[in-house]
């Protein structure tokens, strides 16, 4: 039920035209059940021994214009309806879009990007078509078949019995068959996931079978896989296929009762309570129950078909961001201090492991400090708690004084410059991507931006230079020349506090030496912190950090940690001396 | 014979009966439609000519109550007039109860069809999927890298989605509604030629309006499709660049490019659905209005009696006995043909991934005419080898020669490249007169830029492309000459990629030698440094591993990689170094995994440690496909060249 209201909340612009919609829903549905009325009059009219043309003709007009009536009513409602459909299916992409640019990494990596790019698509295109059912199909089928069902018992009589008998049946045969065939149909599908993903295996790892030649244990794999669901499909299907007959059937008896019955009454009265008319319409009533009742039980497929739908886009709008503003955030950072207190950390509630634990430390405002250690030392997680990229678990991370969540998360963010490990850029120009950092930035600001980071050479030397595009994924850049890039992008922030995440490893040593220069002429006041690899990299900090197994191993600067750690000293040591003897 | 090396640049995938098809817009092709019913007779010779039999003899009866009808509504009008059912019933009910008994069979034989077509469409979309799956299996390397993996997993998604809808829909419909229509057209012309006539031209009508209605239609469903595409290609950039738009706070302005796209994506939607939703009224109601025609023109030839024109002239005038039939054939008319129009655009379509799932299949298959095979061997006392039918430990390369006798190799993983030209694209030459020699037990590095051609040589060593000019040997025999299947079986490879396939621990490591036993593949295991991780997990070897190993670590992956790779036990290993990005104890693992796996055999290795380097026999460095250094890690310090600065850290390689 929270799942409709949800939905419902996303119909806004689009209830006027569903609105609309099942205003001429009705309306040719009324048309269409009179429809067959009518005609029987015509075919009546006509069967009479000495027809009467001026009749025929009215009634004949009558019909067409009913028909021009319908054709606009249910073209409107065509219309209506795919724009109700479609503003809906926009609303809720929008407001899924919106919802994700609010999560936190927790929330994106609890879904998996790939997974809310399909719930975007391909989801929310079947709660639209659902919709649209809903607001045309659904509608239109019980009126239809109430109308058509009222029609008949007045226009029939005895006739219409025959309804009496079908109905249930085919109600029966056919939620009998949903029953059955819906779970078999799940079981598939899961199956055919798994098929799917066995594909996938072998396409992504072709080199692999081929080293091995396993070409053959493969067929072999893949073929017992496919029979498997070969058989599952098989029966599903068979299930299904049955609402042919059934439906046939159902036609088949309706018409041998009324062609008996009927034309016994026709006889027997003399074609005073029944006569040719009333047989060949009560047919075209029959025929419209039957398939009302046909579409109907589509509809109750196609729905629950795209409630599993339906619920996987809810799950998206109806989760709670693991980040959230506080009620009256601070709006100014003083400066670019950094103080953790007694900060634990771990991914996730469920996790085993702190990925940070017992950190404490102190950075003033404007120093350099480097960090190393190992992956998975928590280096990277240490520094993406300042921009407030996740949250402590316990303890507290202060940036000028004051707790990173007592601020505005725009404002924090907008003094914390943040390099990433896996840098990014977009698609779109090497201008565009560098004023990320600063909308507003004038050219020389960007000229300059990439100078200290080393990049205006090499951007002067493409043929468009800084109007070069950017392939998504930055691939036509190198990794170099990408980790520049995205230095100049964080420089133009001017921001308090700099962060390289191990940005510059792609970047030869002599280069990697000019950018650190630059910061040290450019941004004095900045804090910057620098996770390195390389001990050339940090030897020259303030203040350099030793990260092992989630701990502060060692703090320091070069002199110090040479003596007093032996995990900087062989690092050190290996760096320079060229790798471990064996 | 032997086998010159290919390497054009045909990228063109080939096309099915020899033609030249462009790469447009779905056309309709009888040929290959064609070739999906050839396919299905060849796999169901009995069933499938029945169910089509079926479905004639169905839509027969489905088409003939009109006579009926006719019959039934006259002797109706004839003893109306007295009121006798008793004696109106003796001549009545017979026709009723033939057309009962014809029901019935049409039941029988609509049961046996739509059970047959449920079998028959999963038996087909089984068989062409696991036919597609060996030909993809037999195809070159070169094809998978060459398409895109996201492009051949839609051949088997949503294009054998479109065979099973042409299967089972498309074809069905067809037949039954052609047959209808056509038994519709004779029953009408044997009432009358001229209401026929009339009926035809409003049909004529009716498909214009269709035509036009489903072309824009159409079109906008082409470009719904392109907006949806480019939606899903930004929300994917903007998710995997999350961190970077949250570091900057661009949220805002990401919104807002997604409204955009959203904005056209919402004109394209609306505009295609409200296409498709009008043509139904339409149709319908221009059905309704033929409908009114037919009754007035019917009406006004009863009453001048115009004279009637029919087949077999049967009816000289028009009556009421005819008007009521014709007139339910109307409906039954345009209906059908209505049907007919929707499946010929669904029979297209489908015939689009037809045409898609042939080019895979026919793509040619790596060509494998190597006949030198790899034997287990004994070598007697006097060095004499001779081929064994148990597994023996010892291998020998069993080359048949054109004289009839055969010699006998033993393999010792001694593998020489000399002078070899390559390209992968004809005038892009990547590899330029590049001469390698590694005896049994050697290292050998290589060291270069991305691109430099390191991965290229390991390429063409295993024969996942062959070369263009030069001989690469292996044991002495010219790799052409080896099947595939046992060069690869004696070239051991471990990939910076790692890929696990789902299964248990055991069984992904199994795959190196599938006749290895239990104790064999923990050995393996033991021997890499793989075992003690393996053993603290809850299932140990018994793990269950999905999406590629994704419950393990990058590091934990490719141990099970050097492990798969130790338990088929090659004399020549290729490896491709991991590159940054695992950690430094991880790391040391690895490496000692990674050297336990070097000791005795001949090893390629893509270098990216300096230990490794280090402790190479010889070390190439590539650049621009060129070997443009070589030697011993002293030799190469010593020449203060390219290697002395790469080790040296003045240059870094991207």
């Known amino acids: 039920m929270q799942l409709i209201k949800r939905l419902a909340g996303c119909v806004r612009d689009a209830k006027k035209y569903a609105i609309w919609t099942l205003i001429f829903i009705v309306g040719e549905a009324i048309i269409e059940t009179f429809l067959p009325f009518i005609t029987a009059d015509l075919i009546n009219k006509i069967s009479k021994e000495n027809m009467d043309t001026g009749e025929v003709v009215k009634v004949g007009i009558l019909l067409a214009v009913m028909a021009l009536l319908s054709l606009a009513c249910g073209g409107i409602a065509g219309f209506t309806s795919a724009r109700a459909s479609s503003s809906f299916s926009r609303n809720i992409r929008h407001d899924l879009f919106d919802k994700i640019q609010t999560y936190s990494f927790t929330n994106i990596d609890k879904f998996s990007s790939s997974s809310l790019v399909t719930r975007m698509t391909t989801d929310v295109s079947n709660v639209q078509m659902a919709f649209m059912m809903l607001i045309r199909i659904a509608v239109r089928s019980p009126l239809m078949l109430i109308f058509s069902l009222i029609m008949s018992f007045r226009m029939g009589g005895w006739l219409a019995m025959a309804f009496v008998i079908v109905v249930p049946v085919l109600v029966i045969g056919l939620l009998l068959i949903a029953k059955y065939a819906m779970p078999a149909f799940r079981a598939v599908f899961h199956k055919y996931d798994h098929l799917n993903e066995s594909i996938e295996e072998n396409v992504r790892g072709s080199r692999v079978v081929k080293s091995f030649s396993r070409e053959e244990y493969e067929k072999k794999k893949f073929g017992e896989k496919a029979e498997d669901i070969r058989a599952d499909f098989t029966k599903a299907e068979r299930i299904v296929a049955l609402n042919t007959p059934l439906m046939q059937f159902c036609m088949y008896f309706n018409m041998i009762f009324v062609l008996i019955v009927g034309s016994m009454l026709a006889i027997k009265f003399r074609g005073t309570t029944i006569d040719v008319g009333h047989i060949s319409a009560i047919l075209t009533y029959g025929v419209q129950v039957l398939m009302s009742l046909m579409s109907l039980s589509m509809i109750y497929v196609m729905l629950t078909m795209s409630i599993e739908s339906a619920k996987r886009v809810c799950e998206v709008l109806f989760e709670e961001s693991a980040l959230k503003n506080p009620e009256s955030p601070v709006m100014t950072v003083r400066d670019g201090s950094i103080v953790y207190e007694d900060v634990n950390f771990k991914y996730s509630a469920a996790a085993q492991k702190n990925a940070l634990s017992g950190i404490n430390l102190t950075i003033p405002s404007g120093a350099t400090v480097g960090i190393i250690g190992g992956t998975g030392s928590g280096k990277s997680s240490l520094v993406q708690l300042i921009p407030r990229l996740y949250d402590v678990s316990e303890g507290s991370v202060k940036v000028g004084g004051v707790d990173v969540r007592d601020y505005d998360m725009d404002v924090l963010r907008s003094e914390v410059a943040m390099v990433l490990q896996k840098n990014l850029l977009f698609s779109g120009t090497i201008k565009e991507n560098l004023r990320w950092g600063n909308e507003n930035a004038s050219d020389e600001e960007l000229i300059e931006a990439c100078r200290l980071a080393q990049a205006d050479d090499f951007v002067r030397s493409f043929p468009d230079g800084y109007d070069t595009k950017i392939e998504q994924g930055g691939t036509n850049v190198s990794g170099g020349q990408k980790q520049r890039l995205c230095i100049a992008r964080a420089l133009l922030k001017k921001p308090k506090i700099l962060i390289l995440d191990d940005s510059t490893s792609a970047v030869d040593t002599k280069t990697d030496a000019l950018i650190r220069q630059g910061f040290a002429s450019y941004i004095p006041q900045t804090t910057k912190i620098i996770i390195a690899q390389r001990i050339a990299s940090v030897q020259e900090a303030d203040l350099i950090v030793v990260m092992e197994n989630g701990q502060i191993h060692a703090c320091g600067n070069h002199e110090e940690l040479m003596q007093t750690s032996t995990i900087y000293r062989e690092v050190y040591e290996q760096q320079t001396n060229g790798g471990v003897k064996a | ?654």
């Open chain 2, 1 to 654: 014979m032997k086998r010159k090396a290919q390497h054009t640049a045909d990228q063109k995938p080939q096309m099915p009966n020899g033609g030249t098809v462009p790469h447009k817009k779905p056309k309709f092709n009888p040929g290959l439609l064609g070739r999906v019913i050839k396919m299905l007779i060849g796999y169901y010779p009995a069933l499938f000519p029945i169910s089509i039999l079926c479905i004639i003899f169905t839509a027969v009866t489905s088409a003939i109550p009109a006579l009926f009808l006719q019959k039934v509504v006259e002797l109706i009008r004839v003893w109306q007039v007295s009121g006798d059912w008793a004696s109106a019933s003796k001549e009545i009910l017979p026709q009723i109860l033939f057309l009962a008994s014809m029901y019935v069979l049409a039941l029988l034989s609509i049961t046996v069809e739509s059970q047959l077509m449920a079998s028959i469409t999963q038996g087909f979309l089984c068989k062409m999927r696991r036919t597609m799956f060996e030909k993809m299996q037999n195809l070159p390397i070169k094809y998978f890298d060459t398409h895109k993996h996201g492009d051949i997993m839609s051949y088997y998604t949503n294009d054998i989605d479109t065979l099973r809808q042409l299967v089972s829909q498309s074809i069905p419909t067809f037949v039954r509604c052609s047959v209808i229509v056509l038994t519709v057209l004779f029953i009408m012309l044997y009432y009358s030629i001229w209401l026929t006539l009339l009926l035809l031209v409003g049909v004529a009508l009716m498909m214009l309006v269709s035509k036009k209605v489903g072309g824009g239609s159409a079109k906008y469903f082409m470009r719904l499709q392109r907006s949806v595409a480019s939606l899903e290609g930004y929300a994917q950039e903007m998710m995997n660049g999350q961190k970077v738009v949250k570091v900057f706070g661009r949220e805002k302005q990401c919104k807002e490019g997604f409204d955009e796209i959203n904005d056209a994506l919402y004109s394209d939607s609306y505009r295609a659905h409200a296409y498709a939703n009008m043509l139904g009224p339409i149709i319908m109601n221009l059905g309704n209005i033929m409908y009114v025609a037919v009754a007035l023109v019917g009406g006004l030839m009863a009453v001048t009696g115009a004279r009637n024109l029919s087949l077999f002239g049967t009816f000289p005038t028009v009556g009421v006995d005819i008007i009521v039939p014709f007139l339910s054939m109307t409906r039954q008319f345009t209906g059908n043909i209505n049907q007919l129009s929707q499946q010929i655009n669904s029979i297209v379509m489908s015939i689009a991934g037809a045409k898609r799932i042939f080019e895979l299949m026919d793509q040619i298959p790596e060509p494998d005419d190597g006949y030198v095979t790899l034997v287990n061997a004994t070598v007697g006392e006097d060095g004499s080898i001779s081929e064994s039918d148990v597994r023996t430990g010892v291998w020998a390369w069993k080359h048949p020669h054109t004289d009839g006798s055969i010699t006998y190799t033993l393999l010792q993983g001694d593998v020489r490249m000399t002078e070899v030209d390559f390209a992968y694209e004809e005038g892009k030459t990547v590899l330029h007169d590049v001469s390698v020699y590694a005896e049994p037990g050697q290292k050998v590095a290589f060291v270069g830029a991305t691109g430099a051609g390191k991965t290229t040589i390991t390429n063409l060593i295993n024969r996942f492309y062959d070369i263009a000019d030069g001989k690469i040997r292996y044991d002495g025999i010219n790799i052409n000459k080896i099947k595939k299947a046992d060069l690869r079986r004696s070239l051991g490879i471990v990939l910076q990629d790692t890929n696990l396939f789902t299964g248990t621990l055991m069984e992904n490591i199994r795959y190196g030698n599938l006749d290895a036993t239990d104790e064999e593949c923990i050995r393996a295991a033991v021997l890499v440094g793989a075992d003690d991780f393996i053993t603290r997990l809850p299932n140990g070897y018994q793990t269950e591993l999905s999406n590629n190993g994704a419950n393990l670590s990058q590091g934990q992956r490719q141990l099970i990689a050097i492990a798969r790779a130790a338990v088929a036990d090659p004399p020549v290993m290729i490896l491709d170094e991991a590159t940054s990005s695992i950690d430094t104890r991880t790391e040391a693992i690895v490496q000692k995994g990674m050297d336990a796996l070097m000791k005795g055999r001949t090893v390629f290795v893509i270098a990216h440690r300096l230990s490794t380097v280090r402790n190479s026999d010889v070390i190439m460095v590539l650049d621009h496909g060129r070997i443009i250094e070589r030697g011993s890690h002293d030799q190469l310090i010593a020449e203060k060249g390219q290697y002395y600065q790469l080790y040296t850290g003045a240059f870094e390689l991207e």
